[in-house]
């Protein structure tokens, strides 16, 4: 289930790149699909709406496979932490002991 949910989540993920690129750009000539020149099967402004409607169909698509992805992801069958206590290999030996009298001072 989660790998169709991940295959999914990026070919609608690079469908949306795809669109967004295709849009035409306000400010400059970063869009692919820009210019308007000519005679086509549909009008610049048809041609606008129509990516856009697709591109916001495909952002909420991309938005519930990441949902779908985090719940099933986030679904464990045993606990997190382990129940029994962790036993170290070796057993810890103390350091030598300080003299108890007082110290001089170094000089």
Do not use: W, Y
């Not at 991309?62 to 932490?81: A, E, H, N, Q």
């Not at 030598?96 to 000089?107: E, M």
């Amino acid at each position: 289930m989660q790998a169709i949910l991940l295959v999914v989540h990026l070919l609608i993920a690079l469908i949306m790149i795809g669109l967004i690129l295709l849009q035409r750009s306000e400010g400059g000539a970063l869009g692919i699909g820009g210019g308007g020149g000519g005679g086509g099967f549909m009008t610049g402004r048809a041609t606008a709406n129509f990516l856009t409607r697709a591109t916001a169909v495909l952002a909420a698509a991309f938005f519930l496979t990441s949902m779908s992805l985090t719940l099933v992801s986030g679904k464990r069958t045993g606990p997190i932490v382990p129940q029994t206590p962790v036993k170290s290999e070796a057993p810890v030996k103390p350091g030598p002991a300080k003299p108890a009298g007082p110290s001089a001072p170094v000089k």
